[in-house]
């Protein structure tokens, strides 16, 4: 019995471990898909102001047209940093307060339908972005990103600098 439980312990081991290598991919094909349909969003929203800035007036939302401007540049400029993964954490954080304030705002109903009716809540506009943010935030960009490229330059250039001190 015993070497049965340690058996399936080596293959479950042995499994997960080859499994780990599927996660920076996949964050950068989450990253990549969903970055960039975030940034066409922001790039609409930049080219109708007037009406972006109507519908924050609906909501009753201060200075619209400077909200409009805001929230366009934070999902144009989140979404390509969120592909690229870099700042990822920040641009994570920063996208899933936005998003999460589109669905207090924008979509409430929705909001408040998280328990009685959750297809409707996760049908809403912002639900993917949102999850997508979420998981950047948690998780990071992955090994596949501008930010781990950042750490590993400038990770060899302390080395190489503190290196050079010493000798």
Known sequence: MDNLIAKIRQWH?????LVS????PFLLFVRLYWGWQL???GWGKLHHL???AEYFRTLGLPMPAQMAVFIACVEFFGGIFLALGLA???TGLVLTVNLS???VLGDREALLSFFSDPDKFIAAAPFAFLIVSLI???FGAGKISADAAIAFFFGHQRVKHSNSVVA
């Open 136 to 138: 950047v935030l948690i």
């Open 50 to 52: 007037a009406n972006v």
């Open 13 to 17: 081991d042995r499994f997960f471990s």
């Open 101 to 103: 304030m589109a669905y």
């Open 21 to 24: 290598y599927l996660q920076s």
């Open 88 to 90: 990822s954490r920040v």
């Open 39 to 41: 940034a066409q969003s």
